[in-house]
């Protein structure tokens, strides 16, 4: 069956930097859209980052030149490297697999919080 594995997450001061990382299992890794998406308690689930199967990306406005989206299709893996993180990044970061509306795969979420 289809996993989508995050880890990388915990409790950063402002101005610190994380690695989230995605494993994938189950899936034709290299063909899929990976992206992020975060959760912040009281607001809407929003795109952090996307790379498609050939690493073209894309940002959400807030995290341009602070986040860096990549992937490594003979690891089947994707990451998101976080710098300058601010108070405001606190969410729940999750894996995202996307070929198609039928084939959408999620995983469970890590916990990133900023906070001094």
């Known amino acids: 069956q289809v996993q989508l594995v995050e880890s990388g997450g915990g409790l950063v001061q402002p101005g610190e930097s994380l690695r989230l990382s995605c494993a994938a299992s189950?899936?034709?890794?290299?063909?899929?859209?990976m992206v992020w998406y975060r959760h912040a308690a009281g607001k809407q689930r929003e795109v952090v980052a996307g790379?498609?199967?050939?690493?073209?990306?894309n940002y959400a406005d807030v995290v341009k030149g602070r986040f860096t989206i990549s992937r490594d299709n003979a690891k089947n893996m994707v990451y998101l490297q976080m710098n300058s993180l601010k108070p405001e990044d606190t969410a729940v970061y999750y894996c995202?697999?996307?070929?198609?509306?039928?084939?959408?795969?999620w995983g469970q979420g890590t916990q990133v919080t900023v906070s001094s």
């Open positions: 995202t697999a996307f070929l198609d509306a039928g084939r959408t795969y």
């Open positions: 189950g899936i034709v890794f290299g063909i899929y859209t």
């Open positions: 790379i498609t199967g050939s690493d073209r990306t």
